[in-house]
């Protein structure tokens, strides 16, 4: 029987122009390959959105020598969907440690994504210079309080995008913070257990590695309030490569990069940007899309590598 | 290469009177490499002017953990300069990952 790498899966992949789609059996995730066709395979009262993460215009090494290029990339994928997503998420560090123009850069670059809306939540690179200032002055309106979380309604799904990079506690790990939670709790409070619920924030809401400070120190107590819920879907990004649990009803998923792999966590002295040709770097870069088809337990999430 | 220098107000009393006792200006290096400040602990004479060097593709701050000094975001290669001025540990870390900490002992 041929065996193949997942490396070399992905090459596969690339070379056929599709997806990846994540199936879950008891915990274990799969994978196979989707054709454009069966994407665009829609039910009524479906729809679909895309999340995209850790831009990081402003960046320039190796792995990527012009992220504001693998960007427009990623646009242009998203451009051709067909359902055409709903909305997007960006799911944080748009800018590459606050560089200057970054912020103006990627509002540029994402003015050409034909969606409806996008909604924001911060990384850490786009708060650290200033406690999170130009941020919240360009995406903090309509927000609670002008703090950056916020929730809303899509078709009977509740989506809630929350901020865990403004309270770094102890280790540079995320966190939420009291008001938050409190916040989060109440907003959840109205709704039925059979509400769809959607969850997402930049650093992952589950201990991926707190090692390197892929962890939310507060995350349990949030978590503990969407406990009763019969679907929810948490996306997050920071760790640049996709890792996923399941955990009850709870789908935990991390997106790609559009600018640069990290490495797998521990296989490395340290985390951040890995060293490698752009055009490896391209397999493992990329976005994802996100289907909801009523029925279904849990969201289809399609990660597709610009590779 | 950027080069970002920055000076403790106090600090600079403090050299005007010592200025007899400093001599020859002493430079010492840190370096910010795999998320670490290497040596993770220096050592150095009044007057010193300690140069970090981010050899990261990630951006590190040096930020001192009592708002005494503290650099913008370093990018590759970049470097930020302060100078020691008056005796004591001064303890610091990295605004973007807080987990890297360090000392400068200023004697």
């Known amino acids: 029987m041929d ?3 997942r490396r070399g899966f992905l090459e596969c992949m690339a070379w056929a122009g599709t997806g990846l789609v994540w199936v879950f059996t008891g915990g274990v995730p799969s994978s196979r390959v989707i054709s454009p066709a069966a994407a665009a395979d829609t039910k009524l009262g479906s729809f679909t959105f895309v999340q995209i993460s850790d831009t990081h215009i402003g960046f320039k090494g190796q792995a990527n020598g012009d992220p504001t290029a693998t960007l427009q990339q990623v646009v242009d994928r998203v451009n051709a969907l067909r359902p055409a997503p709903a909305f997007v998420l960006h799911t944080g560090d748009q800018t590459h440690g606050q560089k200057a123009g970054a912020f103006d850069t990627v509002a540029e670059i994402l003015k050409g994504v034909k969606t409806e809306r ?4 911060p990384g850490e690179h786009d708060v650290f210079l200033d406690g999170g200032k130009d941020y919240l002055d360009r995406y903090g309106k309509g927000t609670v309080g002008g703090r950056g979380w916020q929730s809303f309604d899509y078709e009977g799904t509740h989506f809630v995008g929350l901020v865990n990079v403004l309270k770094y506690k102890g280790e540079g790990i995320g966190a939420l913070g009291e008001d938050q939670i409190e916040w989060l709790e109440k907003d959840l409070a109205p709704l039925s ?10 650093v992952p809401l589950w201990a991926v590695y707190p090692q390197w400070g892929w962890a939310t120190e507060d995350a349990g ?4 309030s969407v406990k009763r819920f019969g679907s929810v879907t948490v996306l997050n990004g920071h760790i640049h490569q996709v890792l996923q649990k399941v955990e009850g009803h709870v789908n935990f998923h991390t997106a790609m990069s559009t600018a640069f792999p990290q490495p797998a966590p521990g296989s490395a002295p340290a985390p951040g940007p890995m ?21 279904q337990h849990s969201l289809a999430v399609v990660d597709s590598t610009l590779g | 290469m950027k080069i970002l220098t920055g000076v403790i107000l106090a600090g600079v009393v403090g050299a005007v009177l010592t200025a007899t006792h400093v001599g020859a200006a002493s430079t010492a290096a840190v370096g910010i490499q795999e998320f670490k400040f290497t040596p993770p602990a220096l050592a150095v004479p009044v007057g010193t002017t300690v140069t970090w060097v981010n050899h990261d593709e990630e951006p590190h ?11 913008t975001g370093l ?32 004697k």
């Open chain 1, 275 to 295: 060293k490698i040709a752009e055009a490896d770097a391209r397999r493992l870069i990329g976005v994802t899309e996100v289907t909801y088809v009523p029925g």
């Open chain 1, 118 to 121: 996008i909604f924001y939540v």
């Open chain 1, 3 to 5: 065996t193949i790498d």
């Open chain 2, 61 to 71: 701050t040096i930020t001192s953990a009592t708002g005494a000094f503290g650099s």
């Open chain 1, 221 to 224: 107590r949030a978590l503990g």
């Open chain 1, 193 to 202: 257990s059979s509400t769809p619920v959607v969850i997402f924030s930049h």
């Open chain 2, 75 to 106: 990018s590759h290669d970049d470097t930020f300069a302060q100078t020691f001025t008056r005796p004591g540990r001064y303890e610091y870390f990295c605004a973007l990952h807080p987990r890297m900490k360090a000392i400068v002992i200023v």
